[in-house]
């Protein structure tokens, strides 16, 4: 077995300003990478960098916008020589609307930052993978692609999107050296869902579904990303691991 560690290994993690990115990224640092956060302001990723220490870089970027990652792919070969790693962890969920309340804009925001967002990102940083013959890709995607969440179509859409996304990448680039795998959190405690922690009657409802019967920890999801970026997982590419505390198996 290749051994579960990051040694030399260089790694950018979108999304890694806070939450679940901000944990992946320390994650990494712990298990001896170089990591480059981005995340689309620049105190905040600052600020992370700052809290990170040693072996933490950082640049301003939205994985939505074509330009900016075609700038973050060059910042961090600048910064880092080559990238082993990649995390596509940016992801946001800002509505809370059953689809015929949801505005075609609303639904185009979503996707173009957790579907064509990690499209992007794949694309500009593959490239110098599949040039050098090797690299891994873990998408953070969620239990949303595997189960309906109420008033989220377009969330579980994009998440079973990216699921589906590497399952194709894997077809066209494991034979060149890049395996592209997916971690699905279930509910964790960030930002994104601060709103539902405090409510009382929703976090029950979570904690009644969830066969742990409590929301994770960000920290909680780095062991996974961790495996699958190193070369422990050196013949795996296409799945996902679910850190879930046992929800999808319900
Ligand atoms: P947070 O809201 O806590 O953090 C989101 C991060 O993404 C921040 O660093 C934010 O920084 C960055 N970000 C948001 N939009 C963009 C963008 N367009 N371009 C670049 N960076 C962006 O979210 P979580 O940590 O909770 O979520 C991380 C990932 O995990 C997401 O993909 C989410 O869908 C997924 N997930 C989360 C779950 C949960 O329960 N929390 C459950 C399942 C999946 P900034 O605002 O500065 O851009």
């Given at each position: 077995m290749g051994p579960v560690t990051l040694k030399g290994k260089t790694a950018v993690v979108t999304g890694g300003s806070r939450g679940i990115g901000l944990a992946i990224a320390r994650g990494m640092l712990d298990a001896g990478a170089r990591v480059m956060i981005a995340s689309r302001s620049q105190d905040s990723v600052d600020a992370a960098v700052a809290k990170l220490g040693a072996g933490a870089s950082g640049f301003a970027a939205d994985v939505s916008k074509e330009s900016d990652i075609a700038a973050l792919a060059e910042a961090a070969i600048g910064e880092l020589g080559a990238v082993d790693i990649l995390v596509n962890n940016a992801g946001i969920n800002p509505y809370y609307k059953r689809t015929e309340h949801t505005e075609l804009a609303e639904w185009q925001h979503i996707i173009d930052v957790n579907l064509t967002g990690v499209f992007l990102c794949t694309r500009a940083i593959g490239q110098g993978m599949l040039e050098r013959g090797k690299g891994a890709i873990v998408n953070i995607t969620s239990v949303a692609a595997h189960q309906g969440l109420t008033r989220g179509a377009a969330y579980c859409a994009a998440k079973a999107g990216v699921e589906a996304m590497s399952k194709s990448l894997t077809q066209d680039w494991a034979a060149r050296g890049v395996r592209v795998n997916n971690v699905a959190p279930g509910y964790v405690k960030t930002d994104l869902t601060a709103g539902l922690a405090a409510n009382d009657a929703l976090r029950g409802e979570i904690e009644d579904r969830t066969p742990m019967t409590r929301l994770a920890t960000?920290?909680?999801?780095a062991g996974a990303v961790v495996f699958l970026a190193s070369?422990?997982?050196?013949?795996?590419?296409?799945a996902t691991i679910a850190v879930d505390g046992g929800r999808i198996a319900t």
């Open positions: 960000a920290e909680e999801m070369d422990a997982a050196s013949y795996v590419s296409g």
